[in-house]
C-alpha cells in the first residue's frame, strides 16, 4: 500500500502561487497519483491526476519526478475561495485488497486576504 | 448530466437502529465507493462495487453491508449503530477502465447516531 505524507496546513496569501508536495515512497508501478479538495461538509472534488511528469490543467499543475516518490500540486494565484483541504492519493482503481484507497487526513490550505 | 446524488441528506438515528444510504452514480459509471469521513478526518474506504458485487472492501465490520443494484445505484446498510457511527458518508462513483483514479463524489450522507 502506497501511503502518503503531506504536511497538515499551510498558508497563504491572495494571488501567491501554492504549492504542497505528497510524499510516497513505496509507490508500485501501476499506481496514479490523483489530488482531490475538499470544501466543508461537501464531498471531495477530482482536481488532477498523473502519472508521471507533469500534467496540467485549467485548474492546477502536478508535477512528478522520475522516481515518483513524491508529487507537487501547484495552484497557481490562489483566490479565497481555494482555502480548503487537499488530499494526495496514490493508487490503481482496479487493484484488489483492503484499504488501497487511501485519503489519509490532508493539507488544510488557508488562504489570508 | 446529474452528478452523484445521495439521500437523505441527514439523518438522525438512535443506537442499536439499522440506517440505509443510498446513492446513485454520474450518469456512465459503472463503480460505486462508499466511504466514512469523520470530523476533521479524511475518508476511510468502506468498500466498492462493481457489477453487483463488492470487490474491495476496507476496514470495517460486518455490520456495514452494502448492495449494487442492476442500474449502478447503490445503497450501503449499517447495523446495529454505535455512537461512533456517527459521521458524513461519502458515496464516489468512476468508470471501471484503465486504473484511473477519477472518482466523482456526491455531497454526502451526515448520519448523527445518539
Request: neutral net charge.
Amino acid at each position: 500500500l502506497a501511503k502518503t505524507t503531506q504536511p497538515i496546513s499551510m498558508d497563504s496569501y491572495e494571488g501567491q502561487e501554492v504549492n504542497i508536495t505528497c510524499s510516497h515512497n513505496n509507490i508500485a508501478t501501476n499506481d496514479y497519483i490523483t489530488w482531490y479538495q475538499q470544501f466543508p461538509s461537501q464531498g471531495p472534488r477530482f482536481i488532477i491526476q498523473g502519472y508521471k511528469t507533469k500534467v496540467t490543467n485549467e485548474v492546477a499543475s502536478l508535477f512528478i519526478p522520475a522516481d515518483r516518490k513524491s508529487s507537487t500540486l501547484s495552484l497557481p494565484r490562489v483566490s479565497l475561495s481555494d482555502t480548503a483541504v487537499y488530499y494526495c492519493l496514490v493508487g490503481d482503481m482496479r487493484k484488489t485488497g483492503a484499504n488501497n484507497l487511501f485519503f489519509g487526513t490532508g493539507t488544510r490550505l488557508t488562504v489570508i486576504p | 448530466d446529474a452528478g452523484v446524488t445521495q439521500s437523505p441528506t441527514h439523518l438522525i438515528k438512535t443506537r442499536g437502529q439499522q440506517v440505509t444510504l443510498r446513492c446513485s452514480p454520474k450518469s456512465g459509471h459503472d463503480t460505486v465507493s462508499w466511504y466514512q469521513q469523520a470530523l476533521g478526518q479524511g475518508p476511510q474506504f468502506i468498500f466498492q462495487y462493481y457489477e453487483e458485487e463488492e470487490r474491495q472492501r476496507g476496514n470495517f465490520p460486518d455490520r456495514f453491508s452494502g448492495h449494487q443494484f442492476p442500474n449502478y445505484s447503490s445503497e450501503l446498510n449499517v447495523n446495529a449503530l454505535l455512537l461512533g457511527d456517527s459521521a458524513l458518508y461519502l458515496c464516489a462513483s468512476s468508470l471501471d477502465a484503465g486504473g484511473s483514479y477519477e472518482q466523482y463524489f456526491g455531497p454526502g450522507t451526515r448520519l448523527t447516531v445518539t
